[in-house]
């Protein structure tokens, strides 16, 4: 089946800190992988996709690059800001379908401090 | 462009009680889904529908009833409230893993 595990939180961080948040996924067939964001209060919000294998999505200054051989699709931001406080969402869709389920990590809380 | 539209954004219910939140998007997604969201659990799929007049079960539907009468509207209806239902709620319309979030309803049962 599909699943995705991503490393628990919370994660705390200074400002200009180096961000990973690291995501693993279990897939049956060629997925697509995203990283979502929920600030507080709000909704999620797509933060940025790879849609096949050596993809690199890119947003924000966030970065993730889909690994198959590894099964990873690990978050990275070179330099945080507070205002990157927000849980963040690892998550997988089969690239089969265009119904759109996805199958969500559990959540990785971020904290970053002035 | 309103995308996911989801009513009320706080409730507060007595135990026993029924009420329906209320879900809509504009995007005509034929893909929609509710979760509910608790500290340290993620997000957890209740329900989903794939069009309208077909709808499934996800990982924790009991308690919990949905429709799909027309590809808009997706409300969940909560048949009699149980404090282990407070939580907070989010629709999501999608199309190929791309989500549409509504802005969460905050459900506390007492």
């Known amino acids: 089946g599909n699943s995705v595990t991503q490393m628990e939180g919370p994660v705390t961080l200074s400002e200009e800190a180096f961000l990973t948040i690291n995501c693993t996924y279990t897939a049956t067939g060629y997925p697509s992988l995203f990283w979502y964001v929920q600030y507080p209060g709000e909704g999620l919000q797509l933060l940025l996709k790879a849609t096949k294998a050596d993809d690199k999505g890119s947003n924000k200054g966030f970065e993730a690059t889909y690994r198959k051989e590894t099964t990873s699709f690990h978050l990275e931001k070179g330099s945080v800001q507070v205002s990157d406080s927000a849980v963040y969402f690892c998550a997988l869709s089969d690239r089969g379908s265009t119904l759109g389920r996805l199958y969500f990590g559990r959540g990785t809380q971020l904290t970053v401090w002035p | 462009n309103a995308g996911v539209t989801q009513t009320p954004k706080f409730q507060v219910l007595k135990t026993g009680q029924s009420m329906t939140l209320q879900c809509a998007q504009d995007?005509?997604?034929?893909?929609m889904s509710w979760y509910r969201q608790d500290p340290g659990m993620g997000l957890r799929l209740i329900h989903y529908?794939?069009?309208?007049?077909?709808?499934d079960q996800g990982e924790v539907p009991n308690g919990y009833n949905v429709s799909r009468s027309t590809t808009e509207d997706f409300p969940l209806r909560l048949l009699s409230a149980a404090p282990s239902q407070t939580s907070v709620y989010f629709c999501?319309?999608?199309?190929?893993?791309?989500?549409?979030f509504g802005q969460g309803t905050r459900l506390t049962v007492v």
């Open positions: 995007m005509n997604h034929e893909y």
């Open positions: 999501a319309s999608s199309y190929s893993g791309l989500a549409f």
């Open positions: 529908s794939v069009g309208a007049g077909i709808t």
